[in-house]
């Protein structure tokens, strides 16, 4: 009996000495666990994509804005403009028509390009701006052309008026930055949303503006000496306006920084860049032959 008994006290030993070694691991783990978590990403962390995300929502921004301040500028020349006949103010505002819709449907179609963020709020916020976006680019697509060939200049201040609404909704970016580490540190990272930031990667100030690639205007063989269009053979220079006859047909030209516009008998004909060509139904034809911010180079011939 009593080996019996030292066998249990021996066996109870040993289970409480297991136990023990048990318990104590077990203790061990919880306390490590406790004292050393898993190690978790930073919250003002980004990842490439955000970065990238941010970066893009930030050029859309840009684009917006440089709308706006082109917007109001073209409307303050068209309005301001006084040639006398009104035809330079015409022109501008057709030019404008023409343009501002087309760069409106580009900055919607990029901001429908634009995926999720992974960012509730800020997927928010590229949501409500791409609503807004389109809205816009809906209305002034379905324009009549018609309507702004006639009443150009009336119809450039309506659009302008759209444009000016194209601002971000708040909270915009900036704001959602102050509340959100990764966000911020993503805004932080994107060259897009650093000031002064320009789409052909310059940053604003100190910069050189590059060079024109187009170069100088070649030389036109008559020069300004528009009579020499009487033929209707001539190649001149106009750096602004000119009134030029043609084997009997009166062309108006207009030549702006953007455009080069051909007016005669009522009907107006508008290009933006060298390779442009008028006709006037009776053979007469005027080809842009080179256009820049000096002028443009014309060449009137028979076909």
């Known amino acids: 009996m009593g ?3 030292g066998v249990a006290v021996m066996v109870a030993g040993l289970v409480l000495a297991v136990g023990g070694c048990g318990d104590g691991g077990t203790d061990g783990r919880a306390a490590k666990s406790s004292a050393e978590p898993e190690p ?12 990238e995300w941010v970066g893009d929502m930030c050029e859309s921004t840009v684009a917006l804005e440089n709308l706006r301040k082109g917007s109001a500028a073209d409307l303050k020349e068209i309005q301001n403009s006084d040639d006398g006949t009104g035809m330079l103010a015409h022109a501008h505002a057709l030019s404008y028509l ?18 999720a963020s992974g960012v509730p709020a800020a997927d928010r916020l590229r949501d409500a701006l791409r609503k807004k976006v389109r809205r816009v680019a809906n209305e002034l697509g379905a324009r009549p052309p018609a309507v ?15 444009v000016q609404s194209l601002t971000p909704p708040e909270p915009d970016l900036p704001a959602l930055t102050e509340k ?3 966000l911020a540190a993503a805004y932080e990272q994107a060259e897009q949303c650093a000031p002064g930031w320009k789409p052909d990667g310059s940053s604003g100030e100190g910069d050189s503006p590059a060079p024109d690639p187009t170069g100088p205007l070649p030389k036109a063989a008559d020069g300004k000496n528009y009579a020499a269009c009487s033929d209707g053979a001539c190649e001149v220079l106009v750096t ?16 702006s920084d953007d455009s080069v516009t051909f007016q005669s008998g009522g009907g107006v004909m508008q290009f933006g860049g ?3 060509e008028a006709g006037f139904g009776n053979g007469l034809k005027a080809t842009v032959v080179a256009h820049d911010k000096d002028g443009a180079v014309l060449r009137f011939g028979l076909s």
């Open 180 to 182: 959100i580490p990764r």
């Open 98 to 115: 023409s343009t501002t819709p087309a760069d409106v449907e580009t900055v919607a179609g990029d901001l429908e390009a634009l995926g």
């Open 40 to 51: 978790t990403r930073s919250p003002s962390s980004s990842s490439a994509e955000l970065v």
């Open 3 to 5: 080996g019996s008994g």
């Open 148 to 162: 702004g060939l006639e009443y150009a200049e009336s119809t450039v201040a309506d659009v302008d008026e759209q």
């Open 240 to 255: 602004s306006t000119a009134d030029i006859t043609a084997k009997g047909t009166n062309v108006h030209v207009i030549v």
């Open 274 to 276: 060298a390779g442009g």
